[in-house]
């Protein structure tokens, strides 16, 4: 039976395909297809990782000493049991054979379906069996895993050549929660829409998910629960909602707006090339926000005119909390540097904590559980002055990399106008450094995100030092608001239309123009169409998006008039509704 599941539209289009469930703790297991000819060969990776789990077990039992409980041996009986079980082993077979994906793929899409059933038995008893399930799946999956560093699968171990498969369907992601960091892992991936339990419109997870450009729903609550592996679901990402099982009927509605958003993005596509100049002949520059060093080409190919913001922490993701050397980081923001071919790329120093934890971080998340808001503890620039060997190190990485382009260097939610000295201080002992290694570099711009409301309200003294700033309007909604912004329970009250948002908006804008220093926004109200104009009217002529917006926000922009705007930014900044009255203004 169809049925609907409602939650916060993060991505625009309709997508339709196959469910995909991926438990939490689960995604970065690989995802790739293997081809015809990969099957045996991957079935019979499966094969020996499951007699070499059987070894591992037996010995395990031969070596218990003869004092341990009888339940341990009993226990590792039933593990044995479980490997062996048809409904394991034969269906995971079948996964590889029917879908084509690789085998640890296979084994964790059963192990959802298993755990499922689990999940709806009566028994207490047998309810709990499914610890046992997930250790054996498991101890596969690290067999699988240790093997092929070994020697490996014969495909790749990437999503490489996923999209070439032909046969199988349309694939969309459904999981509890995915963390920004194991967002990365989708990048570039075989899914064509994706699905969270929970999440808010600008957490990480979603950014990176727009990223994507495919579309997407956050904040689904129940989504993982109601949805099972391969049913058929529709994601209007423009509604934020999830059918179920569509009907033939609603299944067509769907696929005839498919079709038109194709036609649309094919038209935006047009665009690419053009200036983005107002009808009353005012450029405005649209840059792209990007995660890492590859995202660099998909910036260009949208017309985006540089890198407005490089979120650097995501180099330092993924990697078990080791963190990347100097020399590693140079590469990546060289590389970054050298792919957008003389455009100015603008890299943001690390802002990992709140809800990109890095993994070395786990006293902190430990805070988290206890009830502390990692939002308001050490995040971003707070943890770079904590760590300032680290920090050297990144600012010296960034330094290096001017000597390849134009680059500017963002500081993340400065709040403090000691920080500000701090991280002067911090610029220039880095390039004392460089100066005694006799490494090149070339003049950097140093600037502030504005993204706590103390910085915007004060905003006039720290340009006395910054060279430039940029609105983090997703952290300035959050803090002004108080309203985390991964909170899905809070979402209906994150509402970048406040009255109070837009005031220090106009604020910070109106103070760094009068200054001459240039200000840009780089949170997603910038590539939300629906403020293109109001931002033209406060006067912002620098907007930095996800690639994927750039059309769309330059499309707006060619239809505006900045002299009709101007007028009426006033009655929206004092009216109690401002979004109302903005919308009012057209009909004026
Ligand atoms: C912001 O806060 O608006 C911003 C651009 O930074 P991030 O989303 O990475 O916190
Ligand atoms: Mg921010």
Not at 60 to 65: M, R, T
Not at 551 to 574: F, I, N, S, W
Request: proline share 4%; aromatic share 6%.
């Amino acid at each position: 039976m169809s049925i609907q599941i409602f939650g916060l539209p993060i991505s625009r289009g309709v997508a339709i395909g196959r469910a995909v469930l991926i438990a939490s703790s689960r995604v970065d297991v690989d995802h790739y297809f293997v081809s015809t000819e990969q099957v045996d060969h991957e079935i019979g990776r499966l094969r020996a990782a499951r007699d070499a789990v059987a070894d591992e077990i037996l010995a395990l039992k031969n070596d218990l000493p003869a004092e341990a409980p009888a339940e341990l041996a009993a226990l590792l009986d039933v593990h044995l049991m479980l490997l062996h079980d048809e409904t394991l082993s034969d269906a995971t077979k079948l996964w590889i054979e029917q879908r084509h994906y690789n085998a640890e793929w296979a084994l964790s899409a059963q192990l959802e379906v298993l755990a499922r059933q689990f999940d709806e038995m009566e028994d207490d008893y047998l309810r709990e069996r499914k610890a046992d399930i997930e250790q054996v799946v498991e101890r596969l999956l690290r067999q699988m895993t240790a093997a092929a560093g070994k020697g490996g699968p014969a495909a790749a171990n990437t999503l490489a050549g996923a999209r070439d498969f032909g046969g199988a369907d349309p694939l969309v992601l459904v999981a509890s929660d995915v963390a920004p960091a194991d967002m990365l892992h989708f990048k570039r991936s075989v899914f064509t829409g994706f699905v969270t339990d929970v999440g808010g419109r600008t957490s990480h997870t979603a950014i990176v998910a727009r990223s994507m450009d495919i579309p997407a729903v956050v904040g689904a609550r129940e989504a993982s629960r109601l949805i099972r592996q391969d049913d058929w679901i529709v994601i209007d990402g423009d509604a934020g909602v999830v059918i179920v099982d569509p009907s033939p009927i609603v299944l067509e509605e769907y696929r005839f707006r498919q079709r038109q958003s194709e036609l649309e993005r094919a038209r935006l596509d047009r665009l690419r090339h053009t200036p983005a100049v107002t009808l009353d002949g005012v450029a405005v520059e649209l840059l792209a926000n990007i995660e890492l060093p590859g995202d660099a080409p998909a910036a260009l190919e949208a017309g985006a005119v540089g890198v407005g913001l490089f979120r650097s922490e995501f180099l330092f993701l993924n990697r078990g909390g080791d963190l990347p050397g100097e020399d590693e980081q140079y590469e990546a923001y060289r590389d970054a540097v050298l792919a957008m071919r003389g455009l100015p790329v603008t890299i943001r120093t690390v802002d990992v904590g709140a809800d990109k934890p890095l993994e070395r971080m786990s006293a902190q998340e430990l805070r988290h559980e206890h009830g502390l808001n990692p939002a308001l503890g050490l995040r971003a620039i707070r943890w770079s002055l904590a760590e300032p060997g680290m920090f050297r190190q990144q600012l010296r990485a960034i330094l290096r990399a001017s000597a390849h382009g134009k680059v500017r260097i963002l500081i993340p939610m400065v709040a403090h106008l000691g920080e500000v000295r701090q991280v002067f201080e911090a610029v220039a002992r880095a390039r004392a450094q460089l100066d005694e290694s006799g490494h090149a570099y070339s003049r950097v711009e140093v600037g502030a995100m504005i993204e706590v409301p103390a910085a915007a309200v004060m905003i006039e003294r720290f340009l006395r030092d910054f060279d430039f700033v940029s609105v983090g309007t997703n952290d300035l909604i959050q803090y002004t608001l108080a309203i985390d912004r991964a909170d899905e329970a809070v979402s209906h009250l994150y509402d970048p239309w406040h009255p109070a948002v837009l005031g220090l908006l106009h604020r910070t804008i109106a103070a760094t123009q009068a200054t001459g220093k240039s200000v840009c926004v780089c949170g997603e109200m910038a590539g939300d169409t629906a403020f293109t104009e109001l931002l033209l009217a406060m006067g912002l002529r620098s907007f930095s998006m996800h690639p994927a917006r750039v059309a769309a926000v330059k499309q707006r922009l060619l239809r505006a008039d900045t002299r009709l705007l101007v007028p009426r930014v006033r009655d929206a900044l004092d009216s109690d509704d401002p979004a109302q009255a903005w919308a009012a203004r057209k009909g004026a």
